[in-house]
């Protein structure tokens, strides 16, 4: 769904360049993978196969959106960015009226999924003044707002009526209706909402300050995302683990527990009781709860923790991409990477018509459809500009008609 995706089918010679892309593809893919997971896959439990789907719960969106910041950034140049041409805001803002249209539009099929593309409207329109930064402005600004962003989601939370619930919404038609649906919206969009811009932004803004500091064309660049992957993955990890046992922080989340969330008291985890009513954000009842790296919970240690993740895959894509053996073999998937929008849209409207049984059966037939989808789909239009998926060309289309 990204504006990096690659204008013209891929070819025998592998370039650097399209290496790069191909990289970024798979990884993408990986992510809407991990997303079917979410929606349709047996539950993530810590056993056999299961530890997989552990590893990525409540990351793929994170990931996800990573990518999309990435994106954003090589579409623009990367680490050498480019003057945009005349018409750029423009294509921006159409680009972010068809999202929030669609996503919109998916919102009312009432499939049980927290539809994110309207929240990525509100993401790219807001990424559009940050990509004129300079380098060392743009990932200052990443590593404040994986701390400020969370910060102020918990301090504003109380003063529109979020103080212990009440968090993880998403818009729907309603949105566009009357004023008052429009300010929900704008809530939603912003701070309540299952993927809002106070707490997700940072992960586009991290994304796009990867763009300019790592050349995905590099020697050596693998193994130092996988590094600082692994690195940045643990330390969020680790320090939620320190503060919330030596540091004494769990203590004091069960004591805002018994104060404000009765309802979890007597449940054999208490803290993930609470966060189980939440996504986005956590509630407002205590400020250890900033300390937590739980699934969904968007603090500050779980925002660094899901980059390090997102680093770590992409090194891996990275590294597997440069195999002469693996290659060949990861292209499929990188071809539903090139049409995530059209895959997510797809799978957004499998759910709700068909109500797949949730389990490794429907999560297996959600990706190999997707993967044979998509590669009968490239090969039948790779002469044309549809090769690049419905949605893509559509979104491509109309955002070339305003230049």
Not at 130 to 145: G, K, Q
Not at 227 to 248: C, K, V, Y
Not at 264 to 288: C, E
Request: aromatic share 8%; net charge positive.
């Amino acid at each position: 769904m990204s504006a990096a995706t690659p204008e013209s089918a891929p070819t025998p010679a592998v370039t650097p360049g399209r290496r790069r892309l191909l990289s970024v593809d798979v990884a993408r893919a990986i992510a809407v993978f991990a997303m079917f997971a979410a929606h349709i896959g047996p539950p993530a439990e810590p056993e056999g196969a299961g530890y997989l789907l552990v590893a990525f719960d409540g990351r793929a969106p994170a990931i996800f959106t990573l990518i999309a910041g990435l994106s954003l950034t090589l579409s623009r140049g990367g680490t050498r960015p480019r003057k945009q041409p005349g018409g750029a805001v423009r294509g921006t803002l159409v680009r972010c009226a068809v999202l929030a249209v669609l996503g919109l539009a998916l919102t009312e099929l009432r499939s049980g999924i927290a539809v994110i593309l309207a929240f990525f409207a509100l993401y790219f329109l807001a990424a559009e003044p940050l990509a004129r930064l300079r380098t060392r402005a743009l990932v200052a600004v990443a590593a404040l707002s994986v701390v400020v962003g969370p910060v102020l989601s918990y301090v504003l939370g109380p003063y529109f009526g979020y103080r212990a619930t009440g968090r993880g919404r998403y818009p729907g038609f309603e949105a566009v209706t009357s004023w008052s649906g429009l300010g929900d919206a704008l809530d939603t969009l912003l701070l309540s909402g299952a993927y809002p811009w106070l707490t997700y932004f940072p992960y586009v803004v991290a994304g796009m300050a990867l763009g300019r500091v790592a050349d995905l064309r590099r020697p050596g660049i693998a193994r130092r995302l996988i590094g600082w992957g692994a690195l940045i993955t643990l330390a969020g990890h680790g320090l939620s683990a320190l503060a919330l046992g030596p540091g004494g922080g769990r203590e004091a989340l069960l004591r805002a527990i018994a104060r404000s969330h009765a309802f979890a008291v007597d449940a054999p985890d208490p803290v993930r009781a609470v966060l189980a009513k939440q996504a986005g954000a956590i509630p407002s009842t205590s400020w250890a709860w900033l300390l937590v790296d739980d699934p969904y919970s968007q603090t500050p240690l779980e925002t660094l923790a899901n980059i390090g993740a997102g680093l770590l895959l992409l090194g891996l894509a990275v590294a597997a991409c440069r195999g002469r053996l693996l290659e060949p073999l990861l292209r499929p998937l990188a071809v539903v990477g090139t049409m995530g929008l059209s895959v997510y849209a797809v799978h957004v409207i499998a759910r709700a018509e068909l109500h797949p049984h949730h389990g490794w059966p429907a999560l297996g037939a959600f990706c190999g459809v997707s993967l044979v989808g998509c590669a009968v789909w490239a090969y039948v239009f790779r002469r044309t500009p549809l090769r690049r998926g419905p949605l893509e060309w559509t979104l491509h289309a109309l955002v070339r008609s305003t230049k």
